[in-house]
C-alpha cells in the first residue's frame, strides 16, 4: 500500500477535508423528505409484495432496533434511549411484535429473508428471554433461507455467556463487538471504560460458542489517542485475530448529538493528525494479512467478504458491507430505516412518539424520499466506488438505458483536478478507479457525483449543520 509523508497529508487535508454525506444512503439523509409518511411507506410494501407475486421481487434483509443502553458513550452517533430501567424493555419488545404484525400484513404471505441484523443500542441490554422473544416473533412471521446471515452487535461490558448461547440457539453466527479503544487515558476520555483483557476474555468466549464471524468495532479520531497508543490498539486487535475490523471515522457533530460537548474536543487530534492515525492502523491491518475493503473495513483474506471485494461484488446498506446480492431492507423498532422499492422510510427517532404510532395501529414513519431514476444511477455509481473502488460504465450504461459518458460528462469533467492529484484514474471506456490514495478521500470522490449537495438550502453556509467531516 502507500505510504504518505506528512507533507502529503497535509496536503490531502488542506484541500479535501469539508463537510460532507457518508453514503450510507443515496441520496444523504438531509435531501429526504418530511412529508413522506406511513401511506408513502405502505405503498412501498404493497409494490415490493406485488413484485414478490410476479417473482420479481429483491429479497429482504430485516434490521431491529433495540435502542437501550445502560449509559452514554460521549462519542456516540446513534439514535439511544439511556435508562437503568430495565422494565422498559417488554412494552417496547410488545410495539415491535405489533409493528412486525403490522408490515408483515402488507408484504403479504411469501416474505423470504436472507440477512437478519439487530442494531442499536445494545442488542444485550435486553436479557436472554427477551432475545428468544423477539426471535420467535421474526422465525414465525418470515421464512429464512437455508443460507441466511444473521448478525448482532453487542457491548462485551453487558454481554453475558447466557445472552450468547440465546444467539446461537436462534441462529446467530456473526458478532460485532464494540471496542473503540483499548488505550484507558481514551476510554475515559469518552466515557467508556473496557479493559483490553475484559475484551480479550469475551472475544475467547464468542469463540468458544461457535461464533463463524466475529468483527471488532475501532473509532480513530478519538480524544488523547496518539501514534502510539493507536497503534498499540492495532496490534493487540490483531493478536485477537477478529475476521472482521471495522475502523470508524469519529464524527463530531455536537449540534446534532447534544451529548458530544461533554467531549474534551481540545484533547481531539488534528485533522492531518487523525488521518495519519487512519493511515498507519490500515498499514498495520494489511501488513497483518488483513483485506482493506471499501471505505473502512477491514477482513481476512479467506473471509467472504473480502472475496467479494476481490470479485467486485460488494455491496453497502445500513447494516454495513454486505456479500448478499441487492436487497430490500425492513426495519423495525425507534429510528430504524427501511430501503424498499426504491424508496427510504424512517421511523420516528422519538420512543414515546414511535410507540404511540405503532399501537395505534398505523406506520411509524416520519420522513423518507422516493428515488429517481437519476437518483437510482447515481446510487449506483456511489456504492461502486464505496463498496469496490470502482465502476463500471458500459455496465452502467446498460443497467440503466443511457450513456455514461453523455449523461455525466459534468461530473467525469468535475473529476479532472481528483485525477491530477492521484486520487482516481479515467480510462478510454470512462471507467473509474480509485487509487490506494483516492481511498482516503473517498467520500470526496462520491460527492462530485451527489446530484442533491447543490439543491439543499444554504448548502455551502450550513454544511457543518448537516454533516461531518471528510477527514
Not at 44 to 52: F, G, I, M, V, Y
Not at 344 to 350: C, G, K, L, P, T
Not at 410 to 418: G, K, N, R, S, V
Request: contains cysteine.
Amino acid at each position: 500500500m502507500e505510504t504518505l509523508s506528512p507533507e502529503a497529508i497535509t496536503a490531502l487535508v488542506n484541500r479535501y477535508d469539508r463537510p460532507g454525506p457518508r453514503y450510507t444512503s443515496y441520496p444523504a439523509v438531509p435531501a429526504w423528505n418530511e412529508g413522506f409518511g406511513p401511506s408513502d411507506y405502505a405503498a412501498r410494501l404493497d409494490d415490493w409484495a406485488a413484485a414478490q407475486r410476479q417473482g420479481v421481487a429483491a429479497p429482504l434483509s430485516l434490521y431491529v432496533h433495540l435502542p437501550f443502553c445502560r449509559q452514554r458513550c460521549l462519542y456516540c452517533g446513534c439514535n439511544v434511549v439511556i435508562s437503568s430501567k430495565h422494565e422498559i424493555v417488554v412494552p417496547y419488545l410488545d410495539t415491535l411484535e405489533r409493528e412486525i404484525e403490522l408490515v408483515a400484513r402488507h408484504l403479504g404471505p411469501s416474505r423470504n429473508v436472507v440477512q437478519l441484523h439487530l442494531g442499536g443500542g445494545t442488542p444485550t441490554y435486553l436479557a436472554p428471554a427477551e432475545l428468544e422473544r423477539l426471535g420467535e416473533v421474526v422465525a414465525r412471521t418470515f421464512s429464512f433461507a437455508d443460507d441466511a446471515e444473521r448478525s448482532v452487535e453487542v457491548d462485551p461490558r453487558v454481554t453475558t455467556p447466557e445472552h450468547l448461547g440465546t444467539l446461537r440457539a436462534l441462529g446467530f453466527d456473526r458478532i460485532s463487538l464494540g471496542v473503540q479503544d483499548l488505550d484507558p487515558d481514551v476510554q475515559e476520555a469518552i466515557g467508556r471504560v473496557q479493559p483490553e483483557e475484559q475484551t480479550a476474555a469475551f472475544f475467547e468466549t464468542c469463540r468458544k460458542a461457535g461464533f463463524s464471524s466475529i468483527n471488532v468495532d475501532l473509532i480513530y479520531g478519538l480524544p488523547l489517542q496518539t501514534a502510539e497508543s493507536f497503534a498499540a490498539t492495532i496490534d493487540a486487535v490483531v493478536a485477537l485475530g477478529p475476521d472482521r475490523v471495522a475502523l470508524f471515522s469519529y464524527a463530531h457533530v455536537p449540534h446534532l448529538r447534544p451529548h458530544q460537548a461533554k467531549m474534551p474536543v481540545a484533547l481531539l487530534p488534528a485533522p492531518a493528525h487523525k488521518l495519519a492515525l487512519y493511515v498507519e492502523a490500515a498499514r498495520r491491518f494489511e501488513a497483518a494479512g488483513y483485506t482493506f475493503v471499501g471505505l473502512d473495513h477491514f477482513a481476512k483474506p479467506e473471509d467472504e467478504l473480502a472475496r467479494a471485494h476481490e470479485r467486485h461484488t460488494l455491496r453497502r446498506n445500513f447494516m454495513g458491507f454486505t456479500t448478499k446480492p441487492e436487497t430490500d431492507v425492513v426495519a423495525f423498532g425507534m429510528s430504524a430505516i427501511s430501503d424498499v422499492s426504491h424508496a427510504y422510510a424512517q421511523n420516528d427517532s422519538h420512543l414515546p412518539a414511535y410507540r404511540r404510532r405503532i399501537e395505534a395501529g398505523e406506520l411509524a414513519t416520519t420522513r423518507g424520499v422516493v428515488l429517481t431514476p437519476d437518483d437510482r444511477v447515481r446510487r449506483d455509481i456511489i456504492m461502486s466506488l464505496m463498496c469496490n473502488g470502482r465502476t463500471d460504465a458500459r455496465a452502467l450504461s446498460a443497467r440503466h438505458g443511457l450513456d455514461f459518458a453523455t449523461a455525466f460528462a459534468p461530473e467525469l469533467a468535475a473529476l479532472a483536478p481528483l485525477v491530477d492529484d492521484g486520487l482516481l484514474t479515467i480510462d478510454a471506456h470512462h471507467d473509474l478507479v480509485v487509487t490506494a490514495r483516492g481511498r482516503w478521500v473517498m467520500r470526496n470522490i462520491c460527492m462530485v457525483f451527489d446530484a442533491h449537495l447543490p439543491t439543499l438550502p444554504a448548502q455551502a453556509a450550513h454544511a457543518p449543520a448537516r454533516f461531518s467531516r471528510t477527514i
